[in-house]
């Protein structure tokens, strides 16, 4: 039992290029959630998911797409990135059916985008 | 709009104490409240959750109580150790049915031995 996992652990990205981290969990959860969290700021929700094919806006969504075609996995999509993308990008998951309500997180992402 | 307070921002004390986290929320309808700690470098790990309805929670060396009317929690270390030494955040969950958190920006906590 992996838990939450993330993928990449760390990229280095140029102005405008795009690319799309990947978060996937083995507990069966019905939803998913991207944060990113910054110095002074906090964590902050990007979007999230409560099933497999939907998907929602979070606090700060701009700039960045998600899917979540299967139920097990949740992507998250930066077309043309931008400096003020550097960050540090948490993925979690939570809620099955009878099961603790707390959120598992994964390890984190580092983003820097020059 | 949900905003989410903990003070203080850093906390230094010495091996053995015991010690008082604080969090403050400005809407008190929430479902629940989560203590996380996170490790330099690492995700969040969850260390107690309260719901609305109950008082505090228990773990260990670890006691978080919510008072919702007042819009405040806190979380009580006992015994302070060296590897207690992390940031701890408090997260409320608005309910709803998406289970959303909104987190304050954490205390930062060192154990020196």
């Known amino acids: 039992n992996a838990g939450v996992t993330q993928t990449p652990k760390f990229r280095v990205l140029k102005t405008g290029q795009s690319m799309t981290l990947l978060c996937a969990q083995d507990m069966n959860h019905e939803y998913m959630y991207w944060y990113r969290q910054d110095p002074g700021m906090g964590l902050r929700l990007i979007h999230y998911s409560v099933g497999e094919g939907t998907t929602a806006k979070g606090e700060v969504p701009d700039g960045y797409n998600v899917s979540r075609l299967k139920k097990q996995n949740f992507l998250l999509g930066l077309e043309s990135a931008a400096p003020s993308q550097t960050s540090v990008y948490f993925c979690a998951s939570s809620y099955q059916r009878g099961g603790p309500e707390t959120q598992y997180f994964g390890p984190g992402t580092r983003l820097l985008v020059l | 709009k949900q905003e989410v307070t903990q003070i203080p921002a850093a906390l230094s004390v010495p091996e053995g104490e015991n010690l008082v986290l604080n969090c403050s929320f400005t809407d008190s309808a929430i479902y629940n409240l989560q203590w996380f700690r996170q490790d330099p470098g690492k995700g969040l790990t969850s260390l107690l959750l309260?719901?609305?309805?109950?008082r505090e929670q228990t773990s260990g060396r670890l006691n978080a109580s919510l008072d919702k009317s007042s819009g405040r929690s806190t979380l009580y270390i006992a015994a302070s150790q060296p590897g207690d030494s992390a940031t701890y955040l408090c997260a409320v969950n608005g309910g709803g049915g998406s289970e959303k958190l909104v987190f304050g920006k954490g205390t930062k906590l060192t154990v020196n031995p």
């Open positions: 309260i719901q609305s309805s109950q």
